[in-house]
Nanobody
Framework: QVQLVESGGGLVQAGGSLRLSCTASGRTFGTYAMAWFRQAPGKEREFVARMRWSDGDTYYADSVKGRFTISGDNAKNTVYLQMNSLKPEDTAIYYC???????????WGQGTQVTVSS
């Protein structure tokens, strides 16, 4: 089992920045990728960004490309999401997830609220 704990959410004005963190513990050996997803009120959960653990390769949703940056620290088993130029439509609960094979996220954090005011 892998446990994921997110932190760093909060309230920010449009145009501002936040950095989310997600630390993994437990059976982290064999992690293929870590990713961030988000779910806005009344909407389905959507993919935001992912980082492949072996080589740091990253991939982003079009809606956040150029504004958000995912990065990781292997030694700390931690992945970050730097969010810049935030917009009200970025308001959501942000979830961290990890996978052992491509596109199969089986471990999830509890989520952290991000609210962007206009």
């Amino acid at each position: 089992q892998v446990q994921l704990v997110e932190s760093g959410g909060g309230l920010v004005q449009a145009g501002g920045s936040l950095r989310l963190s997600c630390t993994a513990s437990g059976r982290t050996f064999g992690t293929y990728a870590m990713a961030w997803f988000r779910q806005a009120p009344g909407k389905e959960r959507e993919f935001v960004a992912r980082m492949r653990w072996s080589d740091g390769d990253t991939y982003y949703a079009d809606s956040v490309k150029g504004r958000f940056t995912i990065s990781g620290d292997n030694a700390k088993n931690t992945v970050y999401l730097q969010m810049n130029s935030l917009k009200p439509e970025d308001t959501a609960i942000y979830y961290c997830a990890s996978s052992r094979i491509p596109n199969n996220y089986v471990y999830w954090g509890q989520g952290t609220q991000v609210t962007v005011s206009s």
